[in-house]
């Protein structure tokens, strides 16, 4: 099993970005799918999560409004559409998933599985 997260990069403040986790090994359709991210010195955050079954969405106060999740199931791929980037939106993201839902989805040792992570960075 395997998630392979893509799409980061260098932008700069107000600019957007899409990321991707790909899921493999298995069919991801019912997971609930996650994303967070690790600024520099700080502990890993909860950014965003999707429901398998009902394809219900939960963000952080941070991005909400700006970020927004989905995932398209024919292909096991979750996204992360981010507008408005901010300086403090800097981190590295990662997705994660667990195979069913659970009320405290925002804890980070709830999850299984993990992508490798990639650099979002943005610039004033």
């Known amino acids: 099993v395997q998630l392979q997260a893509s799409g980061g990069g260098l932008v700069q403040a107000g600019d957007s970005l899409r990321l991707s986790c790909a899921a493999s090994?298995?069919?991801?359709?019912?997971?609930?799918m996650a994303w967070f991210r690790q600024a520099p010195g700080k502990d890993r955050a909860f950014v965003a999560a999707?429901?398998?079954?009902?394809?219900?969405?939960y963000y952080a106060d941070s991005v909400k409004g700006r970020f927004t999740v989905s995932r398209d199931k024919a292909k096991n791929t979750v996204y992360l559409q981010m507008n408005t980037l901010k300086p403090e939106d800097t981190a590295v993201y990662y997705c994660?998933?667990?195979?069913?839902?659970?009320?405290?989805?925002?804890?980070?040792?709830?999850?299984?599985?993990w992508g490798q992570g990639t650099q979002v960075t943005v610039s004033s």
């Open positions: 994660a998933a667990r195979p069913t839902f659970i009320v405290i989805y925002r804890d980070v040792q709830n999850y299984d599985y």
């Open positions: 090994g298995r069919t991801f359709g019912t997971y609930l």
């Open positions: 999707i429901r398998g079954s009902t394809s219900a969405t």
